[in-house]
């Protein structure tokens, strides 16, 4: 799977909606949400042996749009600015 850019006007309800989706897709062992995990989660080895969390969902989601330090989407202001290229700010909370 490609990374996707973050689209211009991102919505973090939209994103939540997709940390969730993935998490349980991958909790029903779903063949799609487990090749998403093992992409662009870092510690794909470490969920086999012990299950997949909510904030693994969020990172790899997260990293999925290109942002390194994934964990931290939920900080990240969805702003027009942000879709341009610019500086992300440190502001919502996921």
């Not at 909790?27 to 487990?34: G, K, N, S």
Request: aromatic content about 6%.
């Amino acid at each position: 799977m490609p990374i996707q850019p973050l689209p211009a006007h991102a919505d973090l309800a939209h994103l939540k909606n997709q940390a969730h989706d993935l998490l349980k897709q991958a909790r029903l062992a779903d063949a799609q949400a487990l090749a998403r995990l093992r992409e662009f989660h870092p510690h794909y080895d470490r969920l086999v042996r012990t299950g997949v969390m909510l904030a693994d969902a969020q990172l790899a989601i997260a990293r999925s749009y290109g942002l390194a330090r994934g964990a931290y989407l939920p900080y990240v202001e969805l702003s027009p600015s942000r879709a341009a290229g610019g500086a992300c700010k440190e502001k919502v909370a996921w």
